[in-house]
């Protein structure tokens, strides 16, 4: 079975400019999440999807952050513009509706210089 | 609030030896799910082990195991006979019924030849 694959694996931007992280869940799965882990810090919460509906944006920075998944199978994670505390590491997760058991991707790890 | 704690940020053992990791969550909720994820240096969060709150008994997994204490709201996990591979970070999450997965700060644990 195919794994959530996310690209690109690594991202060195300068701040202010524009960044995008691609998501691929595992097929058949209608929940896909998207987490910022901040080095030595737990993943955080950013977006929430059930199939191409928005379940939870509660802490996604609107300003700058933005996210989609059309047709409900693919995501993206659009930064525009990234600031230095952007930095972090990316992680998009999918699971069965209602189903607890989340698979993660290996992440996309951005610096903002 | 909903929060996962983790008191020890790092922890080392020898191969072979026992190691606890602790986990204390707060919830108002009284069904929910607790999970211990590993996270190597590939970033790829795994999961190790699930525990349905309203499930008295213990889960296992192999050399993994829990202690599960409901009124202490206190979930540890114990590796037995650890070993190289078993060096990672070690986070605790937990769903609460609005399924969101939440997690703690995470423990390194080093497993030494």
């Known amino acids: 079975e195919a794994g959530v694959a996310q690209s690109p694996r690594y991202k060195i931007i300068e701040k202010r400019q524009s960044v995008a992280f691609w998501c691929n869940p595992i097929?058949?799965?209608?929940?896909l999440y998207w987490y910022q882990q901040i080095l030595g810090q737990g993943p955080k919460l950013l977006i929430q999807f059930q199939n191409n509906g928005v379940v939870d944006d509660s802490q996604l920075p609107k300003d700058r952050f933005s996210a989609e998944r059309l047709k409900g199978v693919d995501s993206t994670l659009k930064i525009q513009p990234a600031k230095l505390e952007d930095s972090a590491v990316y992680l998009c997760a999918s699971s069965l509706v209602r189903d607890t058991k989340a698979f993660f991707g290996q992440g996309t790890r951005l610096t903002v210089v | 609030a909903q929060t996962v704690t983790q008191s020890q940020p790092e922890m080392s053992v020898q191969e072979a030896e026992t190691v606890t990791l602790s986990c204390t969550y707060d919830t108002s909720e009284n069904n929910y799910y607790l999970f211990w994820y590993k996270q190597p240096p590939s970033r790829q969060m795994i999961l190790v082990i699930r525990q349905e709150a309203y499930k008295q008994q213990n889960a296992t997994e192999n050399r993994f195991s829990v202690n599960f204490q409901k009124a202490a709201k206190s979930f540890s996990l114990k590796i037995s006979d650890s070993q190289l591979g078993d060096t990672a970070m070690y986070f605790c999450a937990f769903i609460p019924r609005v399924q969101k997965l939440v997690f703690g700060q995470g423990t390194r644990l080093t497993i030494n030849p």
């Open positions: 097929s058949g799965h209608a929940t």
